[in-house]
């Protein structure tokens, strides 16, 4: 019989919002709702690797994610079990050997804090890995279209609230996942968990975020395997230069009917 190797997870879930009164304008009292905000330590076979600041959804799936985008692990089947406890504010990842905090300081002592909201952070070199994303993937115009209209539709936790940032998984029109966190980087982050977790690639996939298009979550992006990138904002000089050397077709201003392709134009088809 072969030894069921899956890690374990333990569920962590955290309601995103809380509630609470404010005054309005005229100095009355209104009921209303805020993202509430956790700080999460990761530790990797006890070695201390960062604090993200989540609300908390989907912790194990962020940690995971997280690991991945970093490759600060390889093989899911690395990973024993991820055990987050909120009373101490941590995650602890147990991998099969037990040595892999130490393994991964060479990329630990490279750090670069990013501009993701929080406090993003990349270790190592992510320019030198990143590889550049062939394959004759396509996509139609009204899908792109559909998509931002099936958006536009979540119940999310920004209507009730604000304060967050969305990121969506989508196979064409149909959204796979949708994840809102503090920080866009970590609802990626989060995404690239729930794919590793199930097995999907992101070949064929569309990923779309409310936020900006930074290097990072390009870089993010890259790693995931992702050659369409969306964005409801713009994206920075340095993502363009990234997105190109990776082969990514990177989407900016998508509202509604309209859309700016800044790079990878031979992917969209503008007549259908």
Known sequence: MLMDRRPFFSQAHCEPVVAGTVLDHNGQPQPTQMPGERALTIYLDKREIVTLMTLGQNPEA???????NQRL??????????????EVSAAAVTTRRGDAGERCEELLRRRTVTSGCGQGTLFGNALERLQTLGGDFKVARSTIFELLASVRQLDTVYKRSGAVHGCVLADGAEILHHVEDIGRHNAVDSISGLMWMRGEQGCDKLFYTTGRLTSEMVIKGAEMGIPVLISRSGTTEMALDVARHCGITLIGRAKHDRFLVFSGSERIEFNQ
Request: no cysteine; proline share 0%.
């Open 62 to 68: 962020l940690v995971l994610g997280y690991l991945r």
């Open 73 to 86: 692990i390889d093989d899911l089947h690395d990973i024993g079990e991820i055990q987050v406890s909120w």
